[in-house]
């Protein structure tokens, strides 16, 4: 019996897609080790990446980043499946379609900040969304929206000024700017 090797046909584009997701994917992982004083609340570092991808290769490059991170991270912190894939999974699409809207914003006055900061909001969204239709479905739950909140401000601007710096040093930078 002869083994067959199948060879999948790949681009360029393919190959830096997957090093951004496994970029992200790092950063995932750096910000799992760190503690949080709130389940729920962390900084969302990966989505320095997501920015800097959509910035630089658009909005279709940037969603298989940021999809292939959750599937990655769920299957390398063994949970895919679990809750935690379905709440990050939520987040992200939310995101996703947020920074889809976004990017129709008039880039004046719009940039990685704003699209960094609705993006964070979108993902909290998501997930309380899920967390009341699926996992707690009670009105309690809006107690919290006001700290989620204010953590999507704060880390939702900070990790646009990180983004934006990144863009903004790149020769090749030219659709997010500020």
């Known amino acids: 019996m002869t083994a067959?090797?199948?060879?999948?046909?790949?681009?360029?584009?393919d190959h830096h897609i997957a090093r951004m997701a496994a970029v992200a994917l790092g950063l995932t992982v750096l910000e799992n080790a760190i503690p949080s004083p709130l389940p729920g609340v962390k900084p969302g570092l990966a989505n320095i990446v997501t920015l800097i991808v959509l910035?630089?290769?658009?909005?279709?490059?940037?969603?298989?980043?940021?999809?292939?991170?959750?599937l990655a991270g769920s299957l390398l912190f063994g949970n895919f499946l679990a809750p935690g894939f379905f709440l990050s999974l939520s987040g992200a699409v939310c995101s996703l379609a947020m920074l889809a809207l976004s990017m129709h914003l008039p880039q004046r006055w719009f940039g990685a900040v704003t699209h960094s900061v609705l993006a964070a909001f979108a993902h909290i969204a998501g997930q309380m969304l899920v967390v009341y239709l699926w996992l707690i479905p009670h009105s309690g739950i809006a107690y919290l929206i006001?700290?989620?909140?204010?953590?999507?401000?704060?880390?939702?601007?900070?990790?646009?000024?990180?983004?934006?710096?990144?863009?903004?040093?790149?020769?090749?930078?030219?659709?997010?700017?500020?």
């Open 4 to 13: 067959s090797i199948i060879k999948l046909d790949t681009t360029p584009e």
């Open 55 to 70: 910035a630089r290769y658009g909005w279709r490059a940037a969603a298989w980043v940021s999809l292939l991170r959750v």
């Open 146 to 178: 006001p700290i989620f909140a204010t953590a999507a401000l704060v880390f939702g601007t900070v990790n646009g000024l990180v983004a934006m710096r990144f863009i903004n040093d790149a020769p090749t930078s030219s659709r997010l700017t500020g």
